[in-house]
């Protein structure tokens, strides 16, 4: 198993680039599965969770072909099989959103439970009972959903919670169904419209997207269709703070400037100087960083994905800043690890007081999910002498090409062989 060392203090310097959203790519992977007919995906980030999709996908009767770098022929004219395995589940939990698509498709599916994870329980029941209100018989049975439906009909839902996960599990499943379904406070973020777009490119009437109620007219069948996945706002915003740690100035080209408000906000109230330049972002750091309040919310709140990060940013910070996670209830595993390094945090419940600034210093630590992971990369581009991330996969999952894009950024940073 490969690690990162970091040796810290240097500035970033230079400009970096998004590549496609990962969060984004996974949905619409698996909405491939609703169409006989090829789809075709740009800017497709080649990450390890991209790379289980398609063992997922090719599971199932799909074809895959790389036409590029980052262009992926996906072709499932035949679904030859139903069920997504426990252990691909419990590696990645973003393949229950098979579960609608290959009901929907082929009347039947098994899908595995993900179980609980490093970052909280995770349940799953809002996706369940979303497909049972569309007609599909479900039943739990060793571990596994397993689901039935000659044909799925519209229905009129309304969510517990805006999950990101449930919309996109029912909005594909309603897509291909019969009559109208309406789903009620649907998850907003811009992943959630990026499958929206994908799937009314195939011929889905799909409208309300990016707002609190989605409205689907089900269709008999999809076609195939073209689609560039969306950048990756949460390897932007992480990339913005490794600039505003290190005291650099960066430019991140790319970055979807419309869907980071959030994160460009609570980064200027630090005093970090963010600009919009050449279509992305510039980010200036060379003053002390302020302490600032952060409650992470769904999206267009500030999102979950990027608080290890700035935990790991608020600890350079002169005051005390206060965190409070929202949506995951196990969310601070990075910060015992910070604290390893000489960060001075105090937690209680689902929140974190940060007091700074905090002189880190590098230490071996490891995390058990991929933004803690890219929240110690970062502590340890601010750290003195060397700072070692062990289970680089976490990494791996989700930010492509990491340490070649700090490098070119003028940080020491280098992947060894444990
Ligand atoms: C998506 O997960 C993302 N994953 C997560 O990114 C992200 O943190 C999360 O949305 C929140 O933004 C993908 O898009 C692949 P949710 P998802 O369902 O869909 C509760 C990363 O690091 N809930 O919106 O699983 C749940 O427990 C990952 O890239 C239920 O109660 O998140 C949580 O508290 C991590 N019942 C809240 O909703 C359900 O049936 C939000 O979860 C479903 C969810």
Not at 19 to 36: E, H, V
Not at 47 to 71: C, F, M, N, P
Not at 285 to 293: C, F, K, S, V
Request: aromatic share 2%; proline share 4%; glycine share 10%.
């Amino acid at each position: 198993m490969d690690k990162m060392l970091i040796r810290g203090g240097r500035p970033l310097r230079g400009t970096t680039t998004v590549s496609g959203s990962k969060n984004a790519a996974l949905p619409i992977l698996m909405a491939s599965l609703l169409t006989s007919e090829p789809v075709v995906l740009h800017n497709v980030p080649r990450l390890r969770d991209v790379r289980t999709a398609i063992s997922l996908l090719e599971g199932l009767g799909a074809k895959a072909r790389w036409l590029d770098e980052h262009s992926l022929e996906l072709h499932a004219a035949q679904v030859t099989g139903y069920e997504a395995s426990y252990d691909l589940v419990k590696t990645m939990r973003a393949s229950f959103v098979v579960l609608g698509p290959i009901l929907a498709r082929t009347g039947r599916a098994r899908v595995s439970t993900p179980g609980g994870c490093a970052i909280g329980a995770r349940p799953v029941n809002l996706h369940i009972g979303g497909l049972r209100a569309l007609g599909a018989r479900i039943q739990l049975r060793n571990g596994y959903v397993e689901a039935r439906a000659e044909h799925l009909t519209g229905a009129r839902l309304w969510l517990d919670n805006p999950s990101v996960g449930a919309t996109e599990n029912i909005m594909m499943a309603a897509a291909l169904g019969q009559g109208h379904t309406t789903i009620e406070n649907a998850a907003r973020e811009p992943e959630v419209q990026d499958l929206g777009r994908l799937l009314v490119a195939m011929g889905a009437r799909i409208t309300g997207t990016g707002t609190h109620v989605i409205a689907i007219e089900g269709v008999a069948r999809l076609h195939g269709a073209e689609h560039r996945v969306i950048p990756d706002r949460i390897e932007a915003g992480s990339l913005m703070v490794a600039a505003a740690i290190t005291g650099g100035d960066v430019v991140v080209e790319n970055a979807p400037v419309e869907q980071l408000d959030a994160v460009i906000t609570k980064l200027r109230e630090t005093g970090v100087n963010v600009t919009a330049q050449n279509g992305g972002l510039r980010v200036v750091a060379d003053g002390a960083l302020q302490p600032i309040e952060l409650r992470t919310l769904p999206y267009p709140g500030f999102p979950t994905d990027l608080q290890a990060q700035m935990m790991a940013l608020l600890t350079q910070a002169a005051g005390t800043s206060v965190i409070t996670e929202t949506i995951f209830e196990n969310r601070f595993m990075h910060a015992q690890e910070l604290l390893r390094m000489g960060a001075d945090i105090v937690m209680k419940g689902a929140t974190a007081v940060v007091r700074g600034p905090a002189r880190l210093s590098g230490a071996p630590v490891m995390a058990t999910d991929l933004r803690a992971s890219m929240g110690l990369i970062l502590a340890g581009l601010a750290a003195d002498q060397e700072t070692a991330v062990s289970r680089v996969y976490h990494l791996d999952r989700g930010y492509e090409a990491l340490d070649q894009k700090l490098q070119a950024l003028g940080a020491a940073i280098e992947r060894v062989a444990e």
